[in-house]
């Protein structure tokens, strides 16, 4: 059950901002009506995930790492919304439970995802073999800084769907069999 609903009356700012949602998407789901409570919340998120589209890091892969992240952190809003959003780039429905537990079929992804899994477990405090492990699979020191910051946009929206009890909106995809540490 939601903590704080989705608001339904949104101020002008919050109401351009789902109308841009809504023209992206087709739709409004819960977690950004929910962002609408506070403009300046719905604009760091808008922000983020715009300036995350134009990284060197393909659509499907930032996909696979935020169910990584959503395994990790047992959001299963998320973890909904991201195999929803990775089917739409092509990433097979195997492939993305796999992601969930930090798992994947690909050598090079499966070091992102490794590489993404330690940031959320370890807080950020990677070792130096850590990165170079995720370097010798092929990222490059610029790709490495991406993941970090998918990890980290992703980390705000399962905790902000945590404290919100957002509803969820999609079809359901559960983390109840993911484990706790990677």
Known sequence: MPRIHPNLNPGKKAQEQLDSVKKML???PNIFTTFAHSP??????LGAAS???ETSLSAALREQIALTVAGANHCDYCASAHTMLGKKQQVEESELTKNLNAR???AKTQAALTFAR?????????????????????????EILEIVAVVSLNLFTNYFNHVAGTEIDFPLVSTSSVSKAA
């Not at 300046?40 to 998120?45: E, I, K, P, Q, S």
């Not at 130096?128 to 092929?138: H, N």
């Open 26 to 28: 087709g739709a409004t």
């Open 40 to 45: 300046a919340v719905f604009g760091f998120y």
């Open 118 to 142: 330690k940031i959320v477990d370890l807080r950020g405090n990677v070792s130096d073999v850590d990165v170079e492990t995720v370097r010798k699979a092929g990222y490059n020191d610029g």
């Open 104 to 106: 994947s079929s690909d």
């Open 51 to 53: 300036a995350l589209a």
